[in-house]
């Protein structure tokens, strides 16, 4: 057995003098992963027992502070690991999913009008915001009607003035839609059943597209509304009271109550943007089977191998795409009319976001970050939003209308050939043929309350006359 080294002795004098034994101690006592080596015939026991009672004082000190940091960085380094898995898991979820409406369904728990349960407390907290929101517009209205605009300054006068317009439009947009849900839930859900049932890559493409736009949007559309509560501030119409308590409850419920407002806009420009691009999609593919009608169908002349079975194939997928072309052709119908309030009232959120921002990006200066950013990044986020409404809605026609194209293009004049023994069979397909290209002709008519067509036209013209309203403001004002 081997003797224990003395405090005279050449390694005990090592021991006990040399600082680097306390951090051997705490490597070989399991708290530091690296281990360095002991001088020969040495155990931590006797290193420990070796050592002075103020340095074995300070190493089990060492220790605990070894263990505490390993701990930390052990802890923190955890939570980043689980964090970045649960980022990936749910980044592949969200590429897998089967629909487009993947960020309107998580949106919708938040400040969306379907979903109710009365039962739990997230939709009393839900139902609770929104009543809060609504009357803290209501309050701003009429605060609004009844202030004397003498010792105001015009830029703040003009940006009350925004606000109340601008949140009263958000309100009633959301209440229109709000009034509509069941036939947009009827449209959504008819929908993403299509899509869930005949998944397939032609549409998984598309529904990517469609789930990254409404993501960004939203991503989008929440910057705007962080810059907005710290540059805006100046524009609450309550300050009109000239009460310190009022003041002072503003500090949380104004940007609580602007934040609401702008999520109940988002929610319903992320709804639409994401119900009339899922419809384009079902109308392509229709088109592209349409197209492919003639595919994997043998030969229809009297005289062919299996020609009666052959026409029964090619007449049960006609009747199959007929279907849904009469059923997409009725969703888009509703829409249609339950879409032209939406579309007006959200021409004009637009045209006062453009035109407010333009205006207040003319106005104010460089030094001033957060107005001029938000100025600008409001600006941009409104146009993009208007244009965006409009190159759907033009899509959507395209898309319609492209439907006779597609049949034309289906190789019929060489595969339908005339026959005296098919020849009803031969009349009725031709018939149908020539009914779902008359269908075709006419459109499906988006409209902004019957007073113009919901058209990258219009919008372009709404974004022309911002415009002339934003010079002539300058122009009075400077």
């Known amino acids: 057995m081997a003797k224990e080294p003395g405090r005279s002795s050449p390694a005990g004098k090592i021991l006990v003098k040399e600082a680097p034994e306390m951090l051997a101690i705490a490597h070989w006592t399991g708290q530091i992963p690296r281990r360095p080596p002991l001088p020969d015939g040495v155990s931590v026991s006797q290193l420990i027992a070796l050592g002075s009672r103020r340095k074995r004082s300070k190493v089990y000190w060492m220790i605990a502070k070894s263990e505490e940091e390993v701990s930390t960085v052990s802890t923190v380094g955890k939570m980043f690991r689980l964090l970045g898995v649960l980022l990936v898991n749910a980044f592949y979820r969200f590429c897998r999913h089967e629909h487009c409406f993947v960020v309107v369904l998580n949106f919708n728990r938040l400040i969306g009008f379907t979903g109710y349960t009365w039962d739990q407390p997230i939709s009393i907290v839900k139902a609770g915001l929104l009543i809060y929101a609504i009357l803290y517009e209501i309050l701003a209205i009429v605060a609004i009607a009844f202030f004397d605009p003498g010792p105001v300054s015009i830029d703040q006068q003009f940006g009350m003035i925004f606000v109340m317009n601008t949140g009263l439009m958000c309100v009633i947009i959301w209440v229109l839609l709000a009034l509509q849900r069941r036939d947009l839930d009827l449209v959504l859900n008819r929908l993403m059943e299509l899509q869930r049932q005949a998944a397939d890559d032609r549409r998984r493409q598309y529904i990517w597209r469609i789930n990254c736009l409404s993501l960004v949007f939203l991503v989008q559309n929440l910057v705007q509304i962080i810059i907005w509560n710290n540059a805006v501030d100046y524009s609450c119409p309550l300050q009109v009271f000239r009460s310190e308590i009022v003041d002072r409850l503003n500090v949380v419920c104004y940007p609580l ?6 999520l109940m806009f988002v929610y319903t420009i992320i709804l639409i943007s994401a119900i009339l691009p899922a419809l384009s999609i079902e109308f392509l593919v229709l088109g592209e089977d349409f197209q492919r009608i003639f595919d994997n169908i043998g030969p229809l002349f009297e005289t062919a191998r299996n020609a009666n079975s052959n026409w029964t194939k090619l007449e ?21 009319l339950r879409l032209k309030l939406f579309f007006l009232f959200n021409l004009m959120v637009d045209f006062f976001l453009i035109t407010f921002s333009c205006f207040q990006f003319g106005r104010s200066r460089r030094s001033d970050s957060p107005r001029y950013m938000y100025s600008a990044f409001a600006a941009v986020t409104a146009t993009i939003n208007l244009l965006m409404f409009g190159k759907m809605c033009d899509q959507l026609e395209t898309h319609v209308s492209s439907i006779k194209r597609h049949l034309y293009s289906s190789n019929w004049v060489d595969r339908l050939v005339y026959s ?33 067509a919901m058209s990258l036209t219009t919008c372009w013209s709404v974004l022309q006359f911002c415009y002339s ?6 122009s009075v004002f400077e």
């Open 257 to 262: 109550a602007m934040t609401l407002l702008s």
């Open 316 to 336: 049960n997928k006609m009747k199959s795409c007929i279907r849904r072309h009469q059923e997409l052709l009725t969703l888009a119908e509703l829409l249609q």
């Open 420 to 452: 005296r023994v098919f020849s009803p069979r031969y009349k009725n397909f031709r018939k149908l043929m020539l009914i779902v290209m008359e269908r075709t002709e006419r459109k499906v008519g988006f409209t902004c309350g019957n007073f113009y």
């Open 469 to 474: 309203v934003f010079t002539l403001l300058l």
